[in-house]
């Protein structure tokens, strides 16, 4: 901190505001509004001055906002240094530089969102046809919006240009440095477009446009682009420009500047107490904006495996998230200027933070990079929250946004003690088993209210997978349970001890308990579901039985099929719950269409929906209108991001050919194409981490595949010879996939990338006609046939992805 004789000689620096209207005395001076939160806020007056005195940069001014009452609102230090110095005031003029990109772009281009003029997911060139030059043809709205469209930072200045038209060519000309949605590379070309798709919509240019249905709206009467000559005094200078002379009222970004200081990425003047005005709008309901715009705005938006979050303009955690400090949540969201602005907004705790500095000022040298976290800091600090918003803000900073996939702050893994269903009812004496326990997520009253019977007859679905922490077959467990019959034991695919690839599996006897084993998976759709003669003779049907986490594994389905049968027979299903072995944080891949019902569809859900077996059991009884008598027993110690290594337990292949975490976690994709005439690797030590077939050339493939940077894995070209399924006993050329960041991988999109590229190279020999057996949607299909862009496919299905979000939430059991 600063020493005494600098407190004393800084105080001349600062000059202090009550509300609205300025004050010239010192600090002291307080409203009684503010008297219960400025004392911890003080710390706020040292931070500030400090910088001033390192010379990071020559004043400031700086507004908290807390639960509806403006908290603090001060200004420091000088707003000019040279060519004279002048005294920074609460009213100065900033040059916002990139706030400009979220104050007016982002809001402006939200309106025609709203109007329904714009949409998100469309490419840009449906509104500037001349942008799809040098292949931009792909690039999406959204992907400006969150700067993954892989265009340069900036336009070419090196050469001599001028005038807003020839930049819009410029911009429209160039080649995107890596393919669109493939990386984050924070560009203000994304923004000059969509400066000037603001234009082309609205047939107004953007400035004109801002001031009449945003500015004026709100109130914002200091606000705009092109400051005129009046309010000169009272705008703090940048720097001086290339011919040496100190800009003040004239925009500092030197493509702006080209460009007449109107442009979508910068260019805008304000000062804090009209960003106050914005943010408050932002937070309490907004004249220029609906709740739902404001909330597409403000939440994750960027593709799902991006390493940043970013909403539409707005930044959540990214490289650039210095000015949300070290306490305040991911949930919160903001934005920085070159110039030495920033805006913060905490919607949790009701908060938002403006810190306007010229830290360019005089030449460039200051920046307010290290102030913008320390007041974040110190603010999130000292705010008097409630109990409910110190748990909210501890579950969001340790969760962050655990279902958009990658955070730079996200929990990737833990050592976790998961207890399963069959556990939690060990520990439990079997009291949901016996009627004894009102404790559980039941959607059936009368079983709390049911006495308990001497013996309940029940049947266990399950398979290798059922075992408990110590190693006990659910069945041994169960069928020395009190009050319990074990009366039949029902196997799904690859029989009970899951080591069978055939339809052709019987009934046996279990030679542990002597109980019958009843298959139901066969060649027929009456094969696969359970026989209601059984069902009547029983009370009840557990499920023990470990998930993949993947629309099409059958497992799921034969769920389905018992809660309708059960329905029919008058019983009760329990089921006891296991984790989602690829987290239930992720919702990845394209929804089923309506009316394709089967065994790898038993509804309308994405490839990867990120719930557990109990979970869906919840959702399939409500959303198929079965309406059986359920009962979930939950885990104990599982959350939403636990990958299965997080988790204590001990692997069991679910499956023959699910062997490992690895191979789990790309079956999701992989599996999209077994259904074509490639090997996926079955028959191989590595099943689903190995592609190929006898006329792929691999190396080829990996080449193709690694220039499309797919996010979370590389390929690596080698050669194999399955020893079954598809071409068994033939060598193969191909690609063995690494995984190199499974948070930030998505399953179903690399399957469309994998079958998009075959069908490029290998257009003759590569037969995609059934592959729609697993995918069930035909525009997803029609897409990668006529060669559209993976990633573009893979926009095109985030709207349903966001509907489906919004049905399973009903259904979640667990954090």
Request: net charge neutral; hydrophobic share 40%.
């Amino acid at each position: 901190m600063i020493n005494s004789f600098w407190r004393r000689s800084a105080a001349c620096l600062l000059i202090t505001a009550s509300g609205f209207g300025i004050v010239s005395s010192p600090a002291r001076a307080q409203t009684k509004k503010q008297s219960a939160i400025s004392p911890r806020l003080g710390v706020l007056d040292n931070i500030v001055l400090e910088a001033i005195h390192n010379g990071q940069v020559p004043g400031a001014v700086l507004l908290v906002w807390h639960n509806g009452t403006v908290v603090y609102r001060k200004a420091f230090g000088n707003r000019a240094l040279e060519p004279r110095r002048e005294p920074m005031t609460v009213d100065t003029i900033f040059d916002l530089a990139s706030l400009t990109k979220v104050v007016a772009t982002t809001t402006a281009v939200m309106q025609l969102i709203q109007a329904g003029e714009v949409r998100p997911n469309e490419p840009v060139t449906k509104y500037l046809p001349e942008f799809g030059q040098n292949g931009k043809e792909d690039i999406t709205v959204r992907e400006l919006l969150t700067h993954h469209s892989g265009l340069p930072e900036d336009l070419d200045l090196g050469q001599p240009w001028q005038g807003r038209d020839t930049a819009f060519r410029t911009a429209f000309a160039v080649t995107p440095n890596s393919p669109p949605g493939s990386r984050f590379l924070y560009s203000d070309i994304n923004f000059i477009t969509l400066g000037a798709l603001v234009e082309r919509v609205s047939g107004t240019t953007l400035d004109k446009y801002c001031e009449k249905n945003i500015f004026v709206p709100l109130g914002m009467t200091h606000t705009r682009f092109l400051p005129p000559a009046a309010w000169l005094r009272k705008i703090a200078p940048t720097q001086y420009d290339e011919s040496n002379k100190m800009l003040r009222g004239v925009v500092h970004d030197p493509t702006a500047r080209r460009m007449g200081g109107i442009a979508g990425h910068a260019g805008l003047f304000s000062t804090a107490d009209d960003l106050s005005k914005f943010a408050q709008a932002l937070i309490n309901g907004s004249p220029v904006l609906s709740p739902l715009m404001v909330e597409k705005m403000t939440t994750p938006q960027q593709p799902p495996t991006s390493t940043v979050l970013r909403g539409f303009g707005w930044d959540i955690d990214s490289p650039f998230s210095s000015n949300r400090g070290d306490l305040l949540p991911v949930g919160s969201f903001g934005h920085t200027g070159f110039t030495g602005t920033s805006l913060w907004i905490d919607p949790t705790t009701k908060t938002f933070i403006v810190l306007l500095t010229n830290g360019v000022h005089p030449r460039g040298k200051g920046t307010a990079v290290a102030l913008r976290s320390k007041v974040a800091t110190a603010v999130a600090a000292a705010l008097p929250l409630t109990i409910e918003e110190k748990e909210e803000m501890r579950w969001r900073s340790i969760t962050g946004y655990n279902e958009t996939q990658t955070a730079a702050r996200k929990m990737a893994s833990r050592n976790g003690a998961v207890q399963t269903g069959i556990d939690v009812l060990e520990s439990h004496g079997f009291d949901v088993l016996r009627g004894e326990s009102p404790n559980v997520a039941t959607s059936d009253p009368a079983a709390v209210a049911n006495p308990a019977r001497s013996k309940k007859r029940i049947a266990l679905l399950t398979n290798q997978t059922g075992v408990d922490s110590q190693g006990q077959r659910t069945i041994d467990v169960l069928s020395k349970a009190p009050g319990i019959s074990l009366d039949a034991i029902v196997s799904p695919e690859h029989g009970v001890t899951g080591a069978l690839d055939t339809t052709g599996i019987g009934n046996s006897l279990d030679a542990a308990t002597n109980v019958p084993v009843y298959s139901v998976y066969g060649a027929s759709d009456a094969a696969r579901r359970p026989s209601l003669d059984l069902l009547r003779n029983l009370d009840a049907v557990v499920v023990d039985i470990q998930d993949a986490g993947v629309r099409f594994y059958t497992y799921e389905s034969t769920l389905g099929y018992f809660l309708e049968a059960a329905a029919k027979a008058g019983i009760e299903v329990i089921v006891l719950d296991r984790p989602n072995p690829i987290t239930g944080s992720f919702i990845q891949g394209p929804l089923t269409e309506v009316g394709h019902d089967s065994f790898t569809n038993y509804m309308p859900v994405p490839v990867r929906h990120g719930m557990t077996m109990g979970e869906l059991a919840k959702m399939f009884n409500e959303e198929r209108n079965i309406h059986a008598h359920l009962t979930v027993v939950p885990m104990d110690g599982w959350i939403r991001g636990d990958w299965y290594d997080s988790t204590g337990l001990g692997w069991v292949n679910p499956s023959p050919n699910l062997r490992s975490l690895t191979g789990a976690t790309l079956y999701p994709g992989v599996a999209l194409v077994e259904g074509t005439n490639v090997s996926v690797g079955r028959g191989t030590d590595t099943p689903f981490e190995l592609l190929g077939a006898p006329w792929i050339n691999g190396r080829e493939l990996a080449q193709y595949l690694n220039a499309r940077n797919i996010s979370g894995v590389r390929f690596v070209g080698t050669s194999f010879t399955p020893t079954a399924s598809t071409h068994e006993n033939q060598r193969c050329g191909g690609v063995n996939i690494v995984l190199t960041e499974r948070n930030a991988f998505d399953a179903p999109e690399l399957g469309i990338e994998i079958a998009s590229a075959l069908r490029k190279l290998y257009p003759e020999q590569f037969h995609m006609e059934r592959m729609n057996q697993l995918l069930v949607n035909q525009s997803v299909f029609d897409a990668i046939s006529q060669g559209e862009d993976p990633r573009r496919i893979a926009e095109d299905w985030r709207e349903s992805l966001e509907k489906f979000a919004q049905i399973r939430q009903k259904y979640l059991i667990y954090k």
